[in-house]
């Protein structure tokens, strides 16, 4: 069973850090390139930034609201991926899931597999 | 904020068929594939659509997706209760993935 599980979030006072993890099990993870993307309370989906495969060259691109502020990492030994959120502001409060993407063609077609964690709660507020 | 933009909401009664479009540019739905996520009350999104039109196994052929220029649609035919949900739109633009605005579908 295909399971992603976030962790790490909570509680946090603006201009300060905090690292969420996803770990995965149930597939490949290391075949797979890693978002998150959040959902502000009664908002919509936002896309954060991803992480690509090592067969990809393992980089990472982000969305203009949180480049220079976060960092997504990854440690294939381990089927874990990274959020590290510095500097956080007030309108970083959101749900953030993690996802797992991997699309490949093969003698039988083109194959796309997309996964979604459960998300966790990210407060920051004084 | 978002790129793409979509109506904020849609309905149907059970068996109708609905439709939800998505409007982006040449830098994002003109140059890219769309896809498309529905989200359940207090649930995490689940992919529906990928590369236009295709579905993930295990998503019903009531749920279409086609392409045009700069724009998409997402259609559910057969609607049933359970469909009730938002429903996201998103391609990537440049190296950014963009989602739609997001469109709240009732079941009347």
């Known amino acids: 069973e295909v399971q992603l599980v976030e962790s790490g979030g909570g509680l946090v006072q603006p201009g300060r850090s905090l690292r969420l993890s996803c770990t995965a099990s149930g597939f490949t993870f290391g075949d797979y390139a890693m978002s998150w993307v959040r959902q502000a309370p009664g908002k919509g989906l936002e896309w954060v930034g991803f992480i690509r495969s090592k067969a990809y060259g393992g980089t990472t691109e982000y969305a203009a609201s949180v480049k220079g502020r976060f960092t997504i990492s990854r440690d294939d030994s381990k089927s874990i991926a990274y959020l590290q959120m510095n500097s956080l502001k007030t309108e970083d409060t959101a749900v953030y899931y993690c996802?797992?993407?991997?699309?490949?063609?093969?003698?039988?077609?083109?194959?796309?597999?997309?996964?979604w964690g459960q998300g966790t709660l990210v407060t920051v507020s004084s | 904020q978002s790129v793409l933009t979509q109506p904020p909401s849609a309905s149907g009664t059970p068996g109708q068929r609905v439709t939800i479009s998505c409007s982006g540019s040449s830098s994002n739905i003109g140059s890219n594939y769309v896809y498309w996520y529905q989200q359940l009350p207090g649930t995490a999104p689940k992919l529906l659509i990928y590369r236009n039109n295709q579905r993930p196994s295990g998503v019903p052929d009531r749920f279409s997706g086609s392409k045009s220029g700069t724009s998409a649609s997402l259609a559910i035919s057969g609607l049933r209760s359970e469909d009730e949900a938002d429903y996201y739109c998103a391609a990537w633009d440049d190296s950014r993935y963009v989602f739609g605005t997001g469109t709240k579908v009732t079941v009347l």
């Open positions: 996802t797992g993407t991997r699309g490949y063609y093969d003698s039988s077609g083109y194959y796309y597999f997309d996964y």
